[in-house]
């Protein structure tokens, strides 16, 4: 089938939820057996979101192939099980070093480069670039940003000139929102007429509009929308606030969203589709009813999507044991001696979370002493990992300053050190540890038996490592090394064969958890949570 392009973009506001909306119509067009990729732009100027701050844009997201991504990457990869990869995440910057490249090349034979025809023409490329392998029957393009910003424009014209270019074979998704007045007890559709005018203006008539709101949008109200935006009424669809995002694809199917893109996309089909074990799991939410309460130790806990591949990787583990996850995040700037027993003996299971420097380290160490000290299911994951090889070292191996090279360079004891191939590295952006490596686990661990083999493969976004040096000291302290890098045989896991689940992986097994397959260590961990509640209860 020649491929299809489904394009989402966003008015009004943003923060509506493309990324759910476009996972959505990805899940429903996979559901119904059609092959399905998904990707998105980014029109701002960094080359990647690698070096942003979470503040900025949330999470960063690494795909197996090593590129540090937007973290809408991630919704794509939990609602589908596609594996996406740098292909499918674009930036203005990586649009514009590509041109300038060429430009420096001569590959455009002494023209003035510009943006029409120079910028857009790479962008056009770029969307087309999934399709032309031939693999797919859809491929769906997230446009970040609103429409209106300045910097969205070139991606706009693109969109307008593909739909010129390819027919009924491309249709554009304008998400929108429709607020609510509380004063005049009114939702209004203004804003929503003003976006698709907007758009309207670059030459781009919406196909489908998907209205964002808190309150349920009367039938005569979205005909009043489609009238004034030149849309089919059925083709106006609201996307209500939904108690998870998981349900949100079921929400879209209820009202034909996926019917109404096969028809104007001209797509042949019959019947519905396969939403089965997408059922099973939203059945298993519902039905739901004890608690598992982990609490997330990390320094960026005040912004809601810094932890995202985290929060949902233990939310799906949570689901599928027939638990609702309670998530407390607790600041590690804040955990002392004097309060670590307050702030964390309500949890059955404790996660350490990834990050960078020094800020908000010492409260990881006083929050992992305690939870070795009370035996309580604990998880570091990359940062974490190392924090708890740290705390082993301070407290057991009675080695009192020691600490990464990456918190205090001129530590005696340097029990995470740099890796030597990121010893001459001065570029920050793209030059991490990054990506999906192989890793073998040691039989008869609690990693061996959660993952049920030896061989796995994990993503990574570290520069920084275990020191091999000191590899004898843990192990017969009782810290052992059960996962590492076949070729180079860097440590990838730690664990504490002594105590309940206490274990540490360099990698970051979030990013591969999906709501069809849940991660096996996160499935373990919760396992281990709800046995230590459970034991709790007895005492
Ligand atoms: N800052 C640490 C390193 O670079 C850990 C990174 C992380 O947690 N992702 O090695």
Redesign the pocket.
């Known amino acids: 089938m020649e491929t299809r392009y489904i394009f989402v973009t966003g008015g009004v506001v943003s923060s509506l939820g493309k990324g759910i909306i476009s996972s959505s119509i990805a899940r429903l067009l996979l559901s119904r057996g059609f092959n399905v990729t998904i990707q998105k732009f980014d029109p701002y100027i960094n080359i990647d979101p690698g070096t942003l701050n979470p503040y900025e844009h949330g999470e960063c997201y690494v795909t197996v192939d090593g590129h540090e991504a937007d973290l809408d990457l991630g919704h794509y990869e939990r609602f589908t099980n596609i594996k996406t990869t740098r292909a499918n995440n674009i930036t203005t910057g990586r649009v514009y070093q590509s041109v300038i490249d060429k430009e420096r090349r001569g590959d455009y034979l002494g023209k003035t480069v510009q943006i029409i025809p120079h910028i857009t023409d790479e962008i056009k490329r770029d969307v087309k670039l999934l399709g032309s392998k031939g693999d797919y029957d859809f491929v769906i393009t997230e446009i970040g940003g609103t429409v209106g910003d300045i910097e969205s424009l070139p991606f706009l014209e693109a969109v307008r000139q593909l739909r010129w270019e390819l027919g009924n074979k491309c249709i554009c998704v304008h998400l929108t929102y429709v607020p609510y007045i509380r004063a005049a007890k009114e939702l209004k559709t203004k804003p929503t007429q003003h976006s698709v005018k907007q758009l309207q203006q670059v030459g781009i008539q919406p196909d489908i509009l998907v209205l964002r709101t808190e309150h349920d949008i009367p039938q005569a109200m979205r005909r009043k929308v489609a009238q004034f935006c030149n849309v089919s009424p059925d083709a106006v669809i609201q996307s209500i606030d939904a108690p998870t995002i998981y349900e949100v694809p079921l929400m879209m199917h209820d009202q034909h969203l996926d019917e109404i893109i096969l028809d104007k996309t001209a797509t042949p089909y019959e019947g519905e589709p396969d939403l089965t074990k997408w059922n099973h799991f939203l059945n298993k939410l519902n039905a739901a009813t004890d608690e598992v309460r982990i609490g997330l130790v990390g320094k960026y806990v005040a912004l809601q999507d810094a932890y995202k591949s985290i929060d949902e990787a233990l939310f799906q583990a949570a689901t599928y044991n027939d638990r609702k996850l309670r998530i407390t995040y607790i600041n590690s700037e804040k955990l002392t001696d004097a309060n670590v027993d307050e702030m964390l003996k309500e949890q059955d299971g404790i996660i350490v979370a990834?990050?960078?420097g020094q800020r908000g380290t010492e409260g990881k160490y006083v929050a992992l002493k305690w939870c070795r000290e009370h035996d309580i299911p604990t998880f570091g994951i990359?940062?974490g990992m190392?924090c708890m090889v740290i705390e082993w070292a301070r407290n057991v191996l009675g080695m009192a300053d020691a600490n990464s090279v990456?918190m205090d360079p001129k530590t005696q004891y340097n029990v995470i050190d740099l890796m030597e191939e990121q010893k001459s590295i001065t570029n920050m952006g793209g030059t991490?540890r990054l990506g999906a490596y192989a890793c073998h686990l040691t039989d008869g661990t609690i990693v061996a038996k959660a993952y049920g083999k030896l061989n796995i493969e994990e993503r990574h976004?570290?520069?920084?490592e275990f020191n091999d040096d000191y590899r004898a000291q843990f192990e017969s302290s009782g810290m052992k090394c059960v996962g590492e890098n076949p070729e180079t045989h860097l440590v990838e896991v730690v664990e504490v064969p002594k105590l309940r689940w206490y274990v540490g992986t360099q990698y970051h097994p979030e990013y591969s958890s999906t709501v069809l397959s849940p991660h096996p260590l996160f499935m373990d961990f919760i396992r281990a949570a709800i046995n230590f509640k459970g034991s709790k209860a007895q005492k």
């Open positions: 990834p990050g960078f990359c940062l190392q990456e991490m976004r570290h520069r920084f």
